[in-house]
């Protein structure tokens, strides 16, 4: 069954570093997510991405995020300069169409010191 | 603001027994709900999705229910199993033109023993 994956499965990273996180969407799908789950917290929505530009974004996605489909594959998620309250697991997501189902990746947990 | 509430915030139950989650909400406009079942250090995994229209939807032993009207929704889990020891995340998205923007709960911790 096709799903997707992020790396890497952790990324340990110094406070005001840029990271690149990477997903691997299922390959018939069109539209792409990013959430991230702070430790103990719930899920939040950063940014949906169809057609190559960004469809919505939360009010957390400001401009130390950015997103890109560098090729017709990946789907990355980059923190130009990260902060300590970075530190979270990122999940990628995608779907065939907006309100189907979306597949969750495993994730990526990012730890800022 | 959009919200979504999920009562209770843990569950204890015995394996074989059914139980029932509970989700309100006051997002707006509405678009859609879904509940989903996250396994600890996992991402969530799809259970139901349901629209305006929709008032109830089966995934084999998960029930969703919707009220639209009330904005409620529960899901019921008939005969637990263990395996079904997770967090059940409720998510409601609003539209607000083209653009569809979810609105995760806290989620209900859901123990089965045996």
């Known amino acids: 069954e096709p799903e997707v994956t992020q790396t890497p499965s952790h990324q340990v990273t110094q406070m005001g570093q840029e990271v690149i996180l990477r997903c691997v969407p299922i390959?018939?799908?069109?539209?792409f997510y990013w959430y991230r789950q702070i430790l103990g917290q719930k899920v939040e929505f950063l940014v949906s991405?169809?057609?190559?530009?960004?469809?919505?974004k939360s009010e957390i996605f400001d401009d130390q995020f950015s997103v890109e489909r560098p090729d017709g594959s990946n789907f990355t998620l980059k923190i130009r300069s990260t902060k300590l309250e970075d530190s979270a697991m990122y999940f990628c997501?995608?779907?065939?169409?907006?309100?189907?189902?979306?597949?969750f990746g495993p994730g990526t947990r990012l730890t800022v010191t | 603001k959009n919200q979504v509430e999920q009562s209770p915030q843990s569950l204890i139950i015995l394996e074989g027994k059914n139980c029932t989650l509970q989700?309100?909400?006051?997002?707006?406009?509405?678009?859609?709900l879904r509940w989903y079942k996250q396994d600890t250090g996992r991402g969530p995994v799809s259970l139901t999705i349901?629209?305006?229209?929709?008032n109830t939807k089966s995934n084999g032993r998960y029930t969703a229910t919707l009220d639209a009207d009330t904005k409620q929704s529960s899901l019921h889990i008939t005969a637990s199993q263990l395996s079904d020891s997770a967090s059940y995340i409720c998510?409601?998205?609003?539209?607000?033109?083209?653009?569809?923007?979810?609105?995760f709960g806290r989620g209900t911790s859901l123990i089965v023993h045996p």
């Open positions: 989700c309100n909400y006051t997002v707006s406009p509405f678009s859609n």
């Open positions: 997501a995608s779907s065939k169409d907006r309100v189907e189902e979306q597949y």
């Open positions: 349901m629209t305006f229209s929709e």
């Open positions: 390959s018939n799908h069109l539209y």
């Open positions: 998510v409601v998205s609003a539209r607000s033109g083209g653009s569809y923007i979810p609105t």
């Open positions: 991405f169809y057609n190559n530009e960004i469809s919505e």
